[in-house]
């Protein structure tokens, strides 16, 4: 296995073949990668703090790569050392206009984080994302930002990378209200406060991921959530800190359902090491146990930046009841899980729902529409519309030949499937994986017999 983990890990694209691996034994994981959230909070706050932070257990894929190319064309001096990055702070206002054009890859989140903290700098930068970025609204960034006083176009379609931005200093102070249930829409204002004079205050339709909040508390920012309003004072330098990133929930996520789906009464306990546990990112979990699942957490303690960890522990259960899951609240702490979500709705008892997911759409693809696609390759059939999924129980998967569309959360939840059965799945376009998991397929391989395809 380790060679066609290498071996997926120096190309750019490429396809598998996933079958399960017989064996009835124990699985056990001492560590799942870093969160990609609190990664690429923790690079950027380091990035325009004073001094120099280490960011530990960071999450290496694509997206914190292009998170890190980028602050080092503005000037940021970030060396790994392992899994942990030291950033060396430029200040708040500090960082260099680049050379050239920013291209910021895959990563919404990085791009609306670097969008705030650029709209604080005075020079003008333009900035593109990859193909399937270039398609995903930056709106309800870009306009706030404008009021706030930077001057930002678009070069290609309205709402859209690329962009031009020039910033000013100081920036207007922010009085407004959420667009969309998103923490990225969140963490982006909560990031151009820190460039405001005064006081900005921030209305959240509901409570989505707070790790912002928790790591600008940490490095001393002076903010306060009352009631969905986080009001957040500007600043004119914070010292840089080390971060400590727990092991990402939307990672461990998908081991769970490998291990929840595998059709083997002698399987033993599941075991995860070091999961993340903010209370803000528990929906699978919630879920799963309303499926009659039994999911224990030991050990939970605070890491010292303020994020929560555990160890996950499951027992093995053979039959699983449908669940609802609703409400943007609800919806927000498993948006990323919800393509597993619905393949494991497939196998329950019962009928499922999830609703009010309407934000799938602008993911990496329609995740809405990608997901139905990929689960009715493998024959599940999932009825949608643009807020809705209605997934029927007690249905029987049979090997398929799928795309991912580029969607590295749609080729690892068809990989999950794929794991529990005997025939063998090929999944097409899995080079997206390294996005956001890049020792996915060693981690599987727990589960499953996996191969490169040329
Ligand atoms: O804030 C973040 O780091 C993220 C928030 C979520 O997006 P939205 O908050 O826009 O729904 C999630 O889908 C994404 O993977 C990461
Ligand atoms: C949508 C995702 O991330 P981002 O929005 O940062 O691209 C994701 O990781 O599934």
Same mark, same amino acid.
């Given at each position: $296995?380790?060679?066609?983990?290498?071996?997926?890990?120096?190309?750019?694209?490429?396809?598998?073949?996933?079958?399960?691996?017989?064996? =009835?034994?124990?699985?056990?994981?001492?560590?799942?990668?870093?969160?990609?959230?609190?990664?690429?909070?923790?690079?950027?706050?380091?990035?325009?703090?004073? =001094?120099? %932070? &280490?960011?530990?257990?960071?999450?290496?894929?694509?997206?914190?790569?292009?998170?890190?190319?980028?602050?080092?064309?503005?000037?940021?001096?970030?060396? *790994?050392?392992? #899994?942990?990055?030291? &950033?060396?702070?430029?200040?708040?206002?500090?960082?260099?206009?680049?050379?050239?054009?920013?291209?910021?890859?895959?990563?919404?989140?990085?791009?609306?984080?670097?969008?705030?903290?650029?709209?604080?700098?005075?020079?003008?930068?333009?900035?593109?994302?990859?193909?399937?970025?270039?398609?995903?609204?930056?709106? *309800?960034?870009?306009?706030?930002?404008?009021?706030?006083?930077?001057?930002?176009?678009?070069?290609?379609?309205?709402?859209?990378?690329?962009?031009?931005?020039?910033?000013?200093?100081?920036?207007?102070?922010?009085?407004?209200?959420?667009?969309?249930?998103?923490?990225?829409?969140?963490?982006? $204002?909560?990031?151009?406060?820190?460039? +405001?004079?005064?006081?900005?205050?921030?209305?959240?339709?509901?409570?989505?991921?707070?790790?912002?909040?928790?790591?600008?508390?940490?490095?001393?920012?002076?903010?306060?959530?009352?009631?969905? &309003?986080?009001?957040?004072?500007?600043?004119?330098?914070?010292?840089?800190? #080390?971060?400590?990133?727990? %092991?990402?929930?939307?990672?461990?996520?998908?081991?769970?359902?490998?291990?929840?789906?595998?059709?083997?009464?002698?399987?033993?306990?599941?075991?995860?090491?070091?999961?993340?546990?903010?209370?803000?990112?528990?929906?699978?979990?919630? +879920?799963?146990?309303?499926?009659?699942?039994?999911?224990?957490?030991?050990?939970?303690?605070?890491?010292?930046?303020?994020?929560?960890?555990?160890?996950?522990?499951?027992?093995?259960?053979?039959?699983?009841?449908?669940?609802?899951?609703?409400?943007?609240?609800?919806?927000?702490?498993?948006? #990323?899980?919800?393509?597993?979500?619905?393949?494991?709705?497939?196998?329950?008892? =019962?009928?499922?729902?999830?609703?009010?997911?309407?934000?799938?759409?602008?993911?990496?693809?329609?995740?809405?529409?990608?997901? +139905?696609? $990929?689960?009715?390759?493998?024959?599940?059939?999932?009825?949608?519309?643009?807020?809705? $999924?209605?997934?029927?129980?007690?249905?029987?998967?049979?090997?398929?030949?799928?795309?991912?569309?580029?969607?590295?959360?749609?080729?690892?939840?068809?990989?999950?499937?794929?794991?529990?059965?005997?025939?063998?799945?090929?999944?097409?376009?899995?080079?997206?994986?390294? &996005?956001?998991?890049?020792?996915?397929?060693? #981690?599987?391989?727990?589960?499953?017999?996996?191969?490169?395809?040329?």
């Amino acid at each position: $296995m380790e060679s066609v983990q290498s071996k997926a890990s120096q190309s750019v694209t490429f396809d598998i073949s996933v079958r399960s691996k017989p064996g =009835g034994q124990s699985f056990l994981f001492d560590s799942v990668p870093g969160d990609k959230s609190v990664s690429q909070r923790g690079i950027i706050l380091n990035a325009i703090g004073e =001094g120099r %932070g &280490v960011v530990h257990n960071v999450l290496r894929s694509r997206d914190i790569e292009s998170c890190v190319a980028i602050l080092g064309q503005l000037g940021v001096e970030c060396i *790994w050392d392992g #899994d942990d990055l030291a &950033v060396s702070g430029r200040g708040l206002r500090g960082l260099k206009p680049p050379e050239f054009e920013l291209d910021i890859g895959n990563t919404a989140t990085s791009a609306r984080l670097l969008l705030s903290v650029l709209a604080g700098h005075p020079f003008r930068v333009e900035l593109a994302g990859n193909r399937l970025l270039s398609t995903r609204p930056m709106e *309800w960034v870009v306009d706030p930002l404008i009021r706030m006083g930077a001057r930002i176009d678009y070069l290609g379609n309205p709402g859209r990378l690329p962009l031009t931005i020039e910033g000013r200093a100081p920036l207007l102070p922010l009085d407004v209200e959420a667009t969309v249930a998103s923490a990225q829409e969140k963490s982006a $204002m909560l990031f151009a406060a820190l460039y +405001a004079e005064g006081t900005s205050h921030y209305r959240q339709l509901c409570q989505s991921r707070d790790h912002t909040e928790r790591l600008l508390r940490y490095f001393g920012i002076a903010i306060k959530t009352e009631e969905n &309003v986080t009001s957040i004072q500007g600043t004119s330098s914070f010292a840089c800190l #080390d971060v400590w990133v727990p %092991g990402d929930i939307s990672s461990a996520a998908f081991m769970l359902a490998a291990y929840v789906i595998r059709n083997d009464e002698q399987r033993g306990e599941l075991a995860i090491r070091n999961v993340g546990v903010n209370p803000t990112r528990l929906g699978f979990f919630r +879920a799963l146990r309303a499926m009659g699942l039994e999911l224990e957490l030991s050990g939970e303690h605070d890491l010292p930046s303020g994020e929560p960890q555990a160890d996950l522990h499951c027992s093995p259960r053979s039959s699983l009841k449908s669940v609802l899951v609703e409400g943007d609240e609800e919806v927000q702490s498993l948006i #990323d899980e919800i393509p597993l979500l619905a393949a494991i709705c497939a196998l329950a008892e =019962g009928t499922s729902v999830i609703r009010n997911c309407r934000e799938l759409k602008d993911k990496d693809t329609n995740r809405i529409e990608t997901t +139905a696609r $990929m689960l009715a390759a493998f024959g599940i059939q999932v009825d949608y519309n643009e807020d809705e $999924m209605v997934i029927h129980g007690e249905q029987r998967p049979s090997a398929a030949v799928v795309d991912s569309c580029g969607d590295h959360r749609i080729a690892m939840t068809a990989a999950v499937l794929a794991s529990s059965l005997d025939e063998p799945s090929i999944i097409k376009n899995c080079g997206c994986i390294a &996005v956001s998991y890049p020792n996915f397929l060693a #981690d599987l391989a727990q589960f499953a017999e996996i191969e490169l395809l040329d």
